[in-house]
């Protein structure tokens, strides 16, 4: 649905501003102030989670890099959202990691599962 928003907001500007097939729109938006990254963002449903590779690897699993995405793409989406703000994030994160004493690595997953 992304895709098609952005084919047709481009194709829009390209009848506003008569631009040509082989022309670029960049310097449209970024006249129009239009992020194309912003745009991007709109429609997704999970705006919010970091990329996580896929890999049949059981080393690259658990390894730390891996690891991290995972532990940050379960964090509450109200957590995630303050992420743009560092001390607001830390405070955020401390709270919910005081409240809720996790012994293990399962435990905080398997308390956001359900």
Known sequence: MATKYLFYKKRGFKNNYRLGNRDSCYEVFK???VLVSE????????????????????????????M???????????????SDNSKTFKTLLKMLLYSNSFYTVNEYFNYFST
């Open 31 to 33: 006249d129009e102030f």
């Open 39 to 66: 745009m991007k963002r709109i429609f997704t449903r999970q705006v919010t989670n970091f990329y996580q590779p896929t890999s049949k690897s059981t080393p690259y699993q658990r390894g730390i890099a891996n």
């Open 68 to 82: 991290g995405i995972m532990i940050y793409n379960k964090l509450p989406p109200s957590i995630k959202n303050a």
